[in-house]
């Protein structure tokens, strides 16, 4: 079969069958990743499909798959957020910037095919730069795991053969970004000095560190990605949510959200940072291979129910603009890092949490990471390649 060509045919992502195809190679590749946890093939399937995802709603996607003598060999998509082209430049996005993503193939001379077509068509739709791999927007999965493949991932995480670094910088791309997570061990307290910093807040009656409402679920996800868009509105690769994207992220999220794990930071009475954690799903998902039938929805929906495991997984934590800098808000990250700390092991038996991720650069959550004593147990980088128009 090597000496047949290699054959790479854009795909609609409309097209049903031919989704399921591209997600199917996928996963197929996914199983042979020492360590991977299988996901659940339907949230696979509805976040390439335009009518269900509203990441396509400002995006232009191509999908490509790769053939040779007949047999799916490998898969790539192109894409153009239209949100990421208004983001300065500064910022690692902006003007004439696409991207690829779900980067899967069987050798290098695969490899170079399939990001040889996502070039083309990113320069036929008149970009310049490609940025990748991003599994399709920067919330979803961004980056290539290069350090860290020794260990199951944690959900929403990406997880790649560690063969692909050499093969995606042997096709001329270099490194633009790197993205860190943190291993945090959370059976003991935190050091002295943040009990210390803790208990002045605890003491502080404009402070109050609360947990979600769920019956009002709907308007605290929006309170919480106002904080994000204004927390992280100035950091690197930064692209705003829209109100369909709140909507999709708030009934997404639902069923993993415990309100002892999910802090709102409130200063006299307003609400100025957040802090989310859930469970690691990855735990049943490994149990029961990624398959909900026959019986795997029954595992699931009893983990949900009651999740008890040893992982937690903190995505997302952010303090609004006009106070980061100041020592209130490592004041209030601290808290809420405590606070969801003491429920996580009292009501949920966790052991240890995985922060992130993190940008290389931002000097005051590594700061935050480093007090508490977690160290860097993950390493994601995003790669730039100029298309030399």
Known sequence: MQDNPIIVTPIAASDKRQRTQFVEIGRRFSEKVPHFVPQLRSEQ?????????????????QLFIATRGGVSVGRISA???ELALAIPAEQGMGPGTGMFGYFDAVDQAVGNALLDAAEGWLRGQGM??????????????PGLLVFGHDHSPMLMMGHHPAHYQAWIEGAGYTPAKKLLTYHLPISDSFPPIVQRIV?????????????VDKSRFEDEVRIILHILNDAWSSNWGFVPFTEREISYAAKKMLPLVFPELVRIAELDGRPVA??????????????IGGKLFPFGWLTLLRWIRKPRGKHMRVPLMGVLKEFQNSRL??????????FIRRDAVQTFGAERAE?????????????IADTIGSTINREYLIYQKSLGL
Do not use: C, Y
Request: aromatic share 8%.
């Open 45 to 61: 399937m509805e976040l390439v499909d335009p009518a269900k995802n509203p990441f396509f709603e400002h995006a232009r996607v």
């Open 79 to 81: 894409h153009i957020d």
């Open 128 to 141: 310049n730069r490609v940025l990748g791999p991003i599994t399709m927007s920067i919330w979803e999965e």
């Open 199 to 211: 208990q002045s807040g605890e003491r502080n009656d404009r402070i109050r560190i609360r947990p």
């Open 274 to 287: 957040f802090m989310i954690t859930f469970p690691d799903v990855n735990e049943p998902l490994a149990k």
């Open 329 to 338: 808000a490592s004041q209030l990250a601290f808290m809420m890092i405590e």
């Open 355 to 367: 922060i992130g991720w993190i940008l290389d650069d931002n000097q005051g959550m590594v700061a």
